[in-house]
Nanobody, 120 residues
Framework: HVQLVESGGGSVQAGGSLYLSCVASGYTYIMGWFRQAPGQERGAVATIYTYGGDTYYADSVKGRFTVSQDTAKNTVFLQMNNLNPEDSGTYFC?????????????????WGKGTQVTVS
């Protein structure tokens, strides 16, 4: 089993930027970011395959968010630019050893505890 630890959340004004990091305790096949706002279901933000680095984004964040990784450190990052209040929520790092759909949150077996992002 792999453990995931997120960091980098915080509060920012609309139009600002935040940078999230997630460290995994071991190698995984794919890692990514999901978010959940109060009263809403958790949904995909961005994911990246460890081997090859293919990335996938939710339509709502394309052009504003960038997911990247440091495979040597089992770490995935999320650069979030031009944030708006709709981006607020708890951001969770997720990982698995295989997925059928890279943005399907139900297919991820390992989750971090989450980090809060607030955009005002």
């Amino acid at each position: 089993h792999v453990q995931l630890v997120e960091s980098g959340g915080g509060s920012v004004q609309a139009g600002g930027s935040l940078y999230l990091s997630c460290v995994a305790s071991g190698y995984t096949y794919i890692m990514g970011w999901f978010r959940q706002a109060p009263g809403q279901e958790r949904g995909a933000v961005a994911t990246i395959y460890t081997y090859g680095g293919d990335t996938y984004y939710a339509d709502s964040v394309k052009g504003r968010f960038t997911v990247s990784q440091d495979t040597a450190k089992n770490t995935v990052f999320l650069q979030m630019n031009n944030l708006n209040p709709e981006d607020s929520g708890t951001y969770f790092c997720a990982a698995n050893y295989w997925v059928r759909s890279p943005l399907g949150q139900s297919q991820y077996s390992y989750w971090g505890k989450g980090t809060q992002v607030t955009v005002s």
